[in-house]
């Protein structure tokens, strides 16, 4: 259960695109479609903004999309804006009733 | 409204011990599966301790295995973490999570958080 792998920080301009991997093995990322995504405000409790990979749930943005290509997930965001700019993390189930976050990306714009 | 609510944190010795409960509100509690994900101050998230909507299967981060317990009540629609032996670096917010479930199906993703409750280990 070791830790996703994350950058630990991307920035964009106001109307750019970023992505935001991660690096798992093949007993988490690889080998489940159960990648999920959140974002995170200071002091604040978590977001679900992806979930199964590629789905968003109902009131999230279509700016946010996620894929995955082997052992790494990607959470795209597009025309980015200030209110963007929060701490994300994946998420992968990893077998037998356990998950493993990733180590967070603190996303800035410029 | 949809809601979970933490509560039994605080500051405890090391060595000692705290039962957690999550208290769910505006759904029907005993169809979904339940989490636990703690966060210590300036860090990540990391996943505790799951339990499904049967209580029939469980799962426990190895990082902790062996000192924790996770239950659920579903007709007081709670959940609790039994937290033994605890040591400074279980110093954290602890998070309770639904598990989201689409159509039936679990989809391993947490759809609700609650505010979390803090957990201080500290002579």
């Known amino acids: 259960q070791s830790a996703l792998t994350q950058p630990a920080s991307v920035s964009g301009s106001p109307g750019q695109s970023i992505t935001i991997s991660c690096t798992g093995t093949?007993?988490?990322?690889?080998?489940?479609?159960?990648v999920s995504w959140y974002q995170q405000y200071p002091g604040k409790a978590p977001k679900l903004m992806i979930y199964?990979?590629?789905k968003r749930p109902s009131g999230v943005s279509n700016r946010f999309s996620g894929s995955k290509s082997g052992n790494t997930a990607s959470l795209a965001i597009s025309g980015l804006q200030a209110e963007d700019e929060a701490d994300y993390y994946c998420?992968?189930?990893?077998?037998?009733?356990?998950?493993?976050f990733g180590t967070g990306t603190k996303v800035t714009v410029l | 409204q949809v809601q979970l609510v933490e509560s039994g944190g605080g500051l405890v010795k090391p060595g000692g011990s705290l039962r957690l409960s999550c208290a769910a509100s505006g759904f029907t509690f005993s169809d979904y599966p339940m989490s636990w994900i703690r966060q210590a101050p300036g860090k990540g998230l990391e996943w505790v301790s799951y339990?499904?909507?049967?209580?029939?299967?469980?799962g426990y981060a190895d990082s902790l295995k062996g000192r924790i317990t996770i239950s659920r009540d579903n007709a007081k629609s709670s959940m609790y973490l039994q937290v033994n032996s605890l040591r400074a670096e279980d110093t954290a917010v602890y998070y309770c999570a639904r598990g989201v479930v689409v159509a039936g199906s679990n989809s391993d993703a947490f759809d609700i958080w609650g505010q979390g409750t803090m957990v201080t280990v500290s002579s």
């Open positions: 093949s007993s988490d990322v690889g080998s489940y479609n159960l």
């Open positions: 339990i499904s909507s049967g209580s029939n299967y469980k």
């Open positions: 199964e990979g590629s």
């Open positions: 998420c992968s189930y990893a077998g037998s009733g356990t998950f493993v």
